[in-house]
């Protein structure tokens, strides 16, 4: 392929390819190239190059095409697809497509199930249980007040999903787990990712879950409702001045919210509690209707001062009035 004036070309051209150790020599008519057959790839996929030989031999060409199509489109780690194609270098073809079909078939598919972590270092004693769909992934690290409890599972390896988090579990929790996985994998999905909420709540509300579970659920739509409210106002903070129906929600002073109107009226936004405050801050920030008691009227200097410095970054004209 070369380039005519900026757009790429495609150019035909008859050319030799012999692979010589770890260096692929393309001989054609201009001339002789040779590139570093470990830094060739498939898409992202690097070609080992002692399966490269089979997609340049003649009598090989097609198992061995079809073999690395197979395997680029599989949803496995990157280094299980290197692993496959390096077992056809020394194995053979039969032996790969095996690998490949049982990895396949061990694949969650969109239910959670449980493996065994490829990356544990001890393959005697393993502490680390995987559970995913091949989405969402959590390590569970078993330990135990009492040494020496064990548990037997048989599970094959993790090669679909990298976890997202890691929960320390006993082996009378991770019991309890398996009674439901599919409810207990939900919980932690959605508790994974209230990650706005702090994690010594998540731990508690995570370890609730197996002494009075409806508690615990009870506790996760709350912790799921305080996270939407923190993103929320996470934005405000971060941005210190966002336009809403009507004005302007800013973040001054000494961390508070303040509704600004158009005219340059300015109200800090109250309640009973921190949690009230951010329930109001979300709901004017999605335009949703409010009441005269959300607000109260500010008329210290400082105060607003501190407002119209934040404004100034997008309505310098309103820092005036203020």
Known sequence: MGKEGGVNKTVSTKAEIVLDGNILYIKTEAGVFNVNASEIRFGHLSIPPDFLRFLIAGNTKSIAWDLLRKVSVSEIFESEKESILHVAGYKGFDAAFSALNHIIADAPHGKPKLYYDIYETSSVIRRNVIITDGVFCACLHMWDREKGRKIKLRLPPNVYAEPAETY??????????LEDL???????????????IDSRRRRQCFDRYFIFRDRAMRELEEIEKENELEKVCSRI????????????LVFAGKSQYYFVQENGRVFEVVGNSNIMVRERVSKLYYGESSSEDWFKDVSSREELNDVARVIAKLRPDLAVVI
């Open 182 to 196: 599919e409810s207990f994998f939900n919980f932690i999905k959605r508790l994974s990712q209230c990650k706005l």
């Open 237 to 248: 903070r971060t941005a210190g001045v966002v336009k809403i129906s009507g004005g302007y």
């Open 168 to 177: 320390d579990v006993t082996v009378d929790q991770l019991e309890m787990a």
